[in-house]
């Protein structure tokens, strides 16, 4: 079974920072192109980053570039979104995502539990 | 960046309504689209890709069609377990952008 645990989130003060990681199971990892997706509350989903899978493509939204940094270990199955300077606004249910093959042209197949980023003072 | 423009944001219909929703794109995307369900508290599940093959193990109520610009996501015979929120995303160039949502509530 395809599993996405995500970890790492919690209550963080406005410019502080976070990492999350997400651990994979139950597929070949290096094989797929990742991405995080975020929903604030109450809000729609908006997407974030994406990630081939040998890592040397990383696409991000405005919103987080240049505060933001995907990255995976693939020795590890492992997925991870470093973010910095958060804002309040950032404050969101932030999804590990894997996707079909690659994720432009392709599509969202499975999604993790989803972990909770507070940002607030 | 490519504009997803869902309508009704919100729709209330009875079991066993037939129910569509509509996504247009801002831009030409060919067959780039997908649906997904979220029900509240959980996570996203993906329904329809390619604009028109439904995912393994989604029941066959659920179809979709379109192309270009226009898409639309229709449920045959509206189930109780079908509420929740539908989104369509577009994958056919960064940023993949979402839709707003549709709501789906049970009368």
């Known amino acids: 079974e395809v599993q996405l645990l995500e970890s790492g989130g919690g209550l963080v003060q406005p410019g502080g920072s976070l990492r999350l990681s997400c651990a994979a199971s139950?597929?070949?990892?290096?094989?797929?192109?990742m991405s995080w997706v975020r929903q604030a509350p109450g809000k729609g989903l908006e997407w974030v980053s994406s990630?081939?899978?040998?890592?040397?493509?990383?696409p991000y939204a405005d919103s987080v570039r240049g505060r933001f940094t995907i990255s995976r270990d693939n020795s590890k199955n492992t997925l991870h979104l470093q973010m910095n300077s958060l804002r309040v606004e950032d404050t969101a249910v932030y999804y590990c995502?894997?996707?079909?093959?690659?994720?432009?042209?392709?599509?969202?197949?499975?999604w993790g539990r989803g972990i909770l980023v507070t940002v607030s003072s | 960046d490519i504009q997803l423009t869902q309508s009704p944001s919100f729709l209330s219909a009875s079991v066993g309504d037939r129910v569509t929703i509509t996504c247009r794109a801002s831009?030409?995307?060919?067959?780039?689209l997908a649906w997904y369900q979220q029900k509240p508290g959980k996570a996203p599940k993906l329904l329809i890709y390619?604009?028109?093959t439904l995912q393994s193990g989604v029941p066959s109520r659920f179809s979709a069609s379109g192309s270009g610009t226009e898409f639309t996501l229709t449920i045959s015979i509206l189930q109780p377990e079908d509420f929740g929120g539908y989104y369509c995303?577009?994958?056919?160039?960064?940023?993949?952008?979402f839709g707003g949502g549709t709501k789906v509530e049970i009368k």
């Open positions: 831009q030409g995307i060919s067959n780039y």
């Open positions: 390619a604009a028109s």
């Open positions: 995303q577009q994958l056919n160039s960064y940023p993949l952008t």
């Open positions: 995502v894997k996707c079909g093959g690659f994720c432009q042209y392709k599509h969202f197949d499975v």
């Open positions: 990630i081939s899978n040998s890592g040397d493509t990383t």
């Open positions: 139950g597929f070949t990892f290096n094989n797929n192109a």
